[in-house]
C-alpha cells in the first residue's frame, strides 16, 4: 500500500523554491510530472519527501534533464528518483521503449521477438536485468539469459548466436561504483544506430505504461530461458579461433579489475594455451565497490591501476600483465621495459595498443597467407593515424572517418564487407576481431596481447622494442587525452558554450603551431583560418578538429557522450625520414603535448 501524500502541500512548496531559484529552470516541470502524473505514482512518495526535506540539490541533480541515449546506451548515476538518474522507472523506460520499438519495425527478425539479455558485477545489475526480462516477457518477447555475471562482448555473441532482434547489456562500464546503464543491441550485435537509435529514443520518451511479468514464473513458462553454459562455451570458441599457434611459455599476472574479466578473458587464454596465469588476489572478487583499485574506478586506461599488479609481478617474474574493466570490454596492458622483468615496467596508452595489435594482427595473418588487398581496417577519428600508416604498409584499406563509440566501427563492418573485415580499434582500450560479435572484446585482445608477447620474447625483444620499431619505420607518434568535467546543467550550458566558442573563436595557435583550420563535424565543414568555409565529407556529431601547422598535429574536441564531461585528444607527430633520435622526438612532442596541454586549460577558463 503506497503511502498518502499531500500533493498540494508539495506543489506549494515546489513553487516556493522555484521563487527562491533553488532550482534550475528545467527541473520543476519534470519535478511536477513525477509528483502527479499516474504513471510516476509510485515514485511521488519519495519526491515529495526529498520537498518536505528541501533537499534542492538532490532533487535538481536528477531532474534537470531526462537522462539521454549517449554513444554507449543509457547510462548515470542511480538514485530512485529522477528522470537525470538510473532506477526502476528508467530501466523500465527503456525496456519497454525497445520493446514497442521492436515490435513495431518491420525489420525485426522473428515472429516470436527474442531479446538477449546479461549483466555485469556492478550494483544493482542482477535486479534491474532481472527487471528488464520481465518487461521484454510481458510484451511477448522470448528473452536469452545469461544466468551470472558475463561480458557485454559475450551479450553480443548471444544476440548473433540466437538471432535475436535486440539485446540488452545492463552496465556502466568503467564508470564509477555510482553509476550504472543499459546497453542497448540491435539484431546485428552491435550497439544501436540509425534509423534504429532515434525510433527507440522516441518510443522510450513516450512511454506510459510498464509491463511487467514475474520472472521465476517466465522462467518455469519456458519464456526466459538460461543459456549460460551453453554460450560461454560457443563464444571462447568462437574467440580462440581469431588466434594463431605458436609457443606459450608466458607468465600472465591478470585482473578482472573486481568484475566479469574472470570468466571471459582467463578462460579464452586457457584455451588458447596460455596456463601460467595468476589471477591478481586483491582485484578477484566481483564487487561493485570497486574497492581495491585507485579511486574505485577500475578502468584499464588509467595507469595507475598497474601499480600494484606490476609489484607483484616484478615479485612473481611475470612477463606480462592484463587487466579488463568491469564488463570485460577494454583491455589494458603492462610489460617490462627490459628483458629481466624484476626491473622497470611500464604500461601502454590505448594509442600504442592499437598499433601494437594492428601490426600484429597484419603480420600474423600476411605470414599465413591470409591477408589480401581487399581486407581493411576500421578506427575512430581521435584514433592515432599510425593505424592508417601500418594499413597502408601492408597493402589494406583503413575506414578512418568514423565517430567516437565502438558503436560506429560495427557498422563500419557491415557496410563495407564483414568478410574482409581484419581488426577494429580506438584509443579507449577498445579491440574487435573476427565475425563473432559486433562490439570490443577484452577477452580477444587479452588473447592477442599475450600471443604478441610471446612472440617478442621468442625474438629476444620486449613489447617496447616492438612499439619503437614502428615508430622508426612509420614516425614518432605522442599522443595525449585531458578529460574537464562539468557536472549537472550548469555544466551542460558551460559545454555547450565551450563548443560554439571552438567552432567561431579558437585559439590561433597551439603548442608553438598555428591554427590552420577548423573542421567541424556538428556543421559538416571545414573553414581554414581567415578563408572561406568548405564541405566537410564526414558523419555529422558534435566535434571539432583543429588541424595545426604541422601534418599529424591536431587537437579534437568533443563532449563525453557517457560521463558529464568535455574531452580533448592532443596529436602529434615527427614523419620517419626527421627521425634521428627516437629519444629526442619522444622528449620533444612530449614538451609540445605539455603546453597544448596548459594552453587549451587556460583557453577553457577562459570560456566561464
Known amino acids: 500500500m503506497r503511502p498518502t501524500i499531500d500533493t498540494a502541500k508539495a506543489l506549494a512548496d515546489l513553487d516556493s523554491a522555484v521563487a527562491n531559484k533553488n532550482l534550475s529552470a528545467s527541473a520543476p516541470a519534470n519535478i511536477r510530472k513525477w509528483l502527479t502524473e499516474p504513471r510516476y505514482a509510485e515514485y511521488a512518495p519519495k519526491v515529495a519527501e526529498h520537498i518536505a526535506a528541501g533537499n534542492w540539490k538532490e532533487l535538481d541533480d536528477v531532474f534537470w534533464t531526462v537522462i539521454p541515449f549517449g554513444?554507449?546506451?543509457?547510462?548515470?548515476?542511480?538514485?530512485?528518483?529522477?528522470?537525470?538518474?538510473?532506477?526502476?522507472?528508467?530501466?523500465?523506460?527503456?525496456?519497454?521503449?525497445?520493446?514497442?520499438?521492436?515490435?513495431?519495425?518491420?525489420?525485426?527478425?522473428?515472429?516470436?521477438?527474442?531479446?538477449?539479455?546479461?549483466?555485469?558485477?556492478?550494483?544493482?545489475?542482477?535486479?534491474?536485468?532481472?527487471?528488464?526480462?520481465?518487461?521484454?516477457?510481458?510484451?511477448?518477447?522470448?528473452?536469452?539469459?545469461?544466468?551470472?555475471y558475463r561480458s557485454t562482448p559475450e551479450l553480443s555473441f548471444l544476440v548473433r548466436e540466437k538471432h535475436c532482434d535486440c539485446g540488452i547489456m545492463v552496465t556502466a562500464s568503467h564508470n564509477p561504483p555510482s553509476d550504472n546503464a543499459v546497453?542497448?543491441?540491435?539484431?546485428?550485435?552491435?550497439?544501436?544506430?540509425?534509423?534504429?537509435?532515434?525510433?527507440?529514443?522516441?518510443?522510450?520518451?513516450?512511454?506510459?505504461?510498464?509491463?511487467?511479468?514475474?520472472?521465476?514464473?517466465?522462467?518455469?513458462?519456458?519464456?526466459?530461458?538460461?543459456?549460460?553454459?551453453?554460450?560461454?562455451?560457443?563464444?571462447?570458441?568462437?574467440?580462440v579461433a581469431q588466434g594463431t599457434t605458436g609457443p606459450r611459455n608466458l607468465k600472465i599476472i591478470y585482473s578482472p579489475l573486481h568484475g566479469v574479466g574472470e570468466f571471459a578473458a582467463v578462460p579464452a587464454l586457457k584455451a588458447d594455451g596460455f596456463t601460467d596465469i595468476e589471477i591478481f588476489a586483491p582485484h578477484r572478487e566481483p564487487n561493485g565497490d570497486f574497492p581495491n583499485v585507485p579511486g574505485h574506478v577500475s578502468n584499464?586506461?588509467?595507469?595507475?591501476?598497474?601499480?600494484?599488479?606490476?609489484?607483484?609481478?616484478?615479485?612473481?617474474?611475470?612477463?606480462?600483465?592484463?587487466?579488463?574493466?568491469?564488463?570485460?570490454?577494454?583491455?589494458?596492458?603492462?610489460?617490462?621495459?627490459?628483458?629481466?622483468?624484476?626491473?622497470?615496467?611500464?604500461?601502454?596508452?590505448?594509442?600504442?595498443?592499437?598499433?601494437?595489435?594492428?601490426?600484429?594482427?597484419?603480420?600474423?595473418?600476411?605470414?599465413?597467407?591470409?591477408?589480401?588487398?581487399?581486407?581493411?581496417?576500421?578506427?575512430?577519428?581521435?584514433?592515432?593515424?599510425?593505424?592508417?600508416?601500418?594499413?597502408?604498409?601492408?597493402?589494406?584499406?583503413?575506414l578512418d572517418n568514423v565517430h567516437v563509440g565502438f558503436k560506429w566501427i560495427a557498422q563500419q563492418i557491415d557496410v563495407a564487407g564483414a568478410d574482409k573485415f581484419l581488426f577494429g580499434t580506438e584509443e579507449s582500450h577498445g579491440?574487435?576481431?573476427?565475425?563473432?560479435?559486433?562490439?570490443?572484446?577484452?577477452?580477444?585482445?587479452?588473447?592477442?596481447?599475450?600471443?604478441?608477447?610471446?612472440?617478442?620474447?621468442?625474438?629476444?625483444?620486449?613489447?617496447?622494442?616492438?612499439?619503437?620499431?614502428?615508430?622508426?619505420?612509420?614516425?614518432?607518434?605522442?599522443?595525449?587525452?585531458?578529460?574537464?568535467?562539468?557536472?549537472?546543467?550548469?555544466?551542460?550550458?558551460?559545454?555547450?558554450?565551450?563548443?560554439?566558442?571552438?567552432?567561431?573563436?579558437?585559439?590561433?595557435?597551439?603548442?608553438?603551431?598555428?591554427?590552420?583550420?577548423?573542421?567541424?563535424?556538428?556543421?559538416l565543414t571545414t573553414t581554414p583560418l581567415g578563408g572561406p568555409s568548405q564541405p566537410l565529407d564526414a558523419p555529422r556529431g558534435d566535434m571539432v578538429i583543429l588541424d595545426l601547422a604541422e601534418e599529424g598535429n591536431y587537437v579534437a574536441v568533443r563532449p563525453s557522450g557517457t560521463e558529464p564531461k568535455v574531452k580533448f585528444y592532443l596529436f602529434t607527430f615527427v614523419p620517419a625520414e626527421q627521425l634521428h633520435l627516437l629519444d629526442t622526438a619522444k622528449q620533444e612532442m612530449d614538451e609540445r603535448l605539455n603546453q597544448m596541454d596548459a594552453e587549451l586549460r587556460k583557453y577553457v577558463d577562459s570560456v566561464a
Open 71 to 148: 554513444t554507449g546506451g543509457r547510462r548515470g548515476r542511480m538514485y530512485p528518483i529522477g528522470c537525470n538518474a538510473i532506477n526502476d522507472r528508467t530501466i523500465g523506460e527503456s525496456a519497454q521503449g525497445l520493446a514497442d520499438y521492436v515490435r513495431s519495425d518491420p525489420r525485426t527478425l522473428n515472429p516470436e521477438p527474442s531479446c538477449a539479455l546479461a549483466y555485469d558485477t556492478r550494483h544493482n545489475s542482477r535486479h534491474f536485468a532481472e527487471l528488464c526480462a520481465s518487461i521484454m516477457v510481458a510484451n511477448g518477447f522470448r528473452v536469452y539469459f545469461l544466468d551470472d
Open 183 to 239: 546497453k542497448v543491441y540491435w539484431s546485428t550485435g552491435g550497439q544501436i544506430v540509425p534509423p534504429h537509435d532515434a525510433g527507440i529514443v522516441e518510443r522510450v520518451m513516450n512511454v506510459t505504461e510498464i509491463k511487467r511479468t514475474d520472472f521465476q514464473q517466465a522462467i518455469n513458462n519456458g519464456q526466459i530461458i538460461l543459456c549460460k553454459d551453453e554460450i560461454d562455451a560457443a563464444f571462447i570458441q568462437n574467440v
Open 300 to 398: 584499464p586506461e588509467n595507469a595507475a591501476v598497474f601499480d600494484a599488479i606490476v609489484e607483484r609481478a616484478r615479485v612473481a617474474k611475470a612477463d606480462l600483465v592484463l587487466a579488463t574493466d568491469p564488463d570485460c570490454d577494454r583491455m589494458g596492458c603492462a610489460a617490462p621495459r627490459t628483458k629481466d622483468p624484476s626491473g622497470p615496467w611500464g604500461t601502454f596508452n590505448g594509442n600504442q595498443l592499437s598499433a601494437l595489435l594492428t601490426d600484429y594482427v597484419c603480420e600474423s595473418r600476411k605470414k599465413v597467407g591470409h591477408l589480401t588487398k581487399n581486407h581493411f581496417l576500421v578506427t575512430t577519428l581521435v584514433t592515432t593515424p599510425l593505424i592508417r600508416r601500418i594499413g597502408t604498409s601492408y597493402g589494406i584499406r583503413t
Open 431 to 523: 579491440f574487435l576481431i573476427g565475425q563473432y560479435v559486433r562490439d570490443k572484446d577484452g577477452a580477444a585482445a587479452c588473447m592477442l596481447m599475450a600471443e604478441l608477447a610471446v612472440e617478442v620474447k621468442k625474438s629476444g625483444k620486449t613489447l617496447f622494442d616492438r612499439l619503437e620499431s614502428i615508430y622508426w619505420q612509420h614516425g614518432y607518434h605522442g599522443e595525449r587525452q585531458i578529460n574537464i568535467f562539468m557536472a549537472g546543467s550548469a555544466g551542460m550550458a558551460r559545454m555547450q558554450s565551450l563548443m560554439k566558442q571552438f567552432r567561431s573563436s579558437p585559439p590561433r595557435s597551439l603548442g608553438g603551431l598555428a591554427v590552420k583550420q577548423i573542421r567541424d563535424y556538428l556543421n
